[in-house]
């Protein structure tokens, strides 16, 4: 099951890689915020049908803990903020610059987990992230 989800993982990263080049064409007619807000409306579209015939994902709502909801309505409101900002990213610098820049993420994931849920990483997620940094900072500094 763990090479699925590596391969989960690498299909995903495939997948916005296609959708960061195409973004940075469709922003330059487009703003940020417009772009987020057709992209979810036709998400939605595309999803209800899914949504509907898939009675489990309508029950699993309703038995569903307050504070799920609480976390729920967080996350929804960094992903709008996070994709407004990664569009006007992409408009300003470019997706491959914006997407190197971007790549820094799993570094916070581990701060931010360890600060929240006092998850404790090993020393293996230290390593990565500081060379994920680093690689992002030379690769910005120099490919000018």
């Given at each position: 099951m763990e090479h699925l989800g590596i391969v989960y993982a690498l299909g995903a990263?495939?997948?916005w890689g296609l959708v960061y080049a195409i973004d940075q064409k469709i922003l330059t007619s487009l703003s940020p915020v417009t772009l987020l807000f057709?992209?979810?409306i036709l998400a939605s579209i595309i999803l209800l049908p899914f949504f509907l015939y898939n009675r489990e994902s309508i029950s699993s709502i309703q038995?569903?803990?307050?504070?799920?909801?609480?976390?729920?309505?967080?996350?929804?409101?960094l992903a709008i903020l996070a994709n407004i900002l990664i569009f006007s990213s992409i408009?300003?610098?470019?997706?491959?610059?914006?997407?190197i820049i971007e790549i820094a993420y799993p570094f916070f994931v581990?701060?931010?987990?360890?600060?929240?849920?006092?998850?404790?990483?090993?020393?293996?997620?230290?390593i990565g992230g500081i060379l994920i940094f680093i690689g992002s900072v030379i690769i910005i500094r120099y490919s000018k």
């Open positions: 990263a495939i997948t057709v992209h979810s038995g569903l803990p307050k504070q799920i909801f609480v976390f729920v309505g967080i996350t929804v409101v408009k300003i610098l470019g997706s491959s610059t914006a997407s581990v701060l931010f987990s360890y600060l929240i849920f006092k998850a404790t990483p090993n020393i293996y997620f230290f």
